[in-house]
């Protein structure tokens, strides 16, 4: 896209995942230092998903976004959240993991396995899992909003970690399981258009 041998077109994603990776967000700030010495160029930024792999990927993602959740609730009502402390920021720990698992699985609306008095059955957390993620539901909204979430985890780092200013950078919708011609290349993906001014 700019030049200078390395290819800033494309940032790849983990199966269900908006989050960066370490290679990627290196690749940005690369892309952030290449933007800020051509201020004539605007950015589009295009968010894909893969219609296979992303849906099984973004159920265990959403599952990770409960638990942080429910643990930061916990952490509200006990008092001991800290300042600037988001549902975003807060770990769970391995040692926490089954206590948030199980307020969760006592949320979830859909039927639960049942004693003989009819009530809810105690569960293995394996057991547990594999039920709220085979009830959560990824169709075409939540696989749209992957896309728009992906954008966004660009455009944040570019502006916040890259010092671009947030009105050269424009998210762009697209057909979101587009393909590209070059097959090796992931569909679950950011790509970028620069637009010169």
């Known amino acids: 896209m700019m030049g200078g041998g390395q290819d800033f077109s494309v940032i790849r994603f983990a199966t269900g995942s908006s989050r960066l990776s370490v290679e ?6 690369q ?5 800020a010495d051509r201020p004539g ?3 589009e930024i295009k968010g894909f998903v893969d219609k296979e ?5 973004y159920r265990q993602e959403l599952l990770s976004r409960k638990l942080r959740n429910e643990k930061f609730l916990y952490l509200v009502k006990e008092q001991q959240a800290k300042d600037g402390e988001s549902a975003e920021s807060v770990q769970v720990l391995d040692t926490e993991y089954s206590k948030f698992l199980k307020a969760i699985y006592k949320k979830e609306k859909f039927p639960k396995p049942r004693n003989a008095l009819g009530l809810v059955k105690d569960l293995p957390d394996n057991e547990m899992k594999k039920l709220i993620i085979a009830n959560t539901t990824v169709g075409e909204n939540e696989l749209q909003s992957l896309a728009r979430e992906r954008a966004v985890s ?3 780092y ?3 970690k890259g010092g671009l200013p947030s009105e050269r950078l424009f998210p762009k919708n697209d057909d979101i399981y587009k393909v590209l011609e070059k097959e090796a290349i992931s569909r679950n993906r950011v790509e970028f258009n620069a637009i010169a001014q």
Do not use: R, W
């Open 31 to 35: 892309m952030a230092k290449a933007l």
């Open 24 to 29: 990627e967000e290196q690749k940005l700030g």
């Open 53 to 57: 792999k992303d849906p099984e990927g």
């Open 154 to 156: 660009v455009m944040n």
């Open 158 to 160: 570019l502006v916040e």
């Open 41 to 43: 160029l605007k950015v």
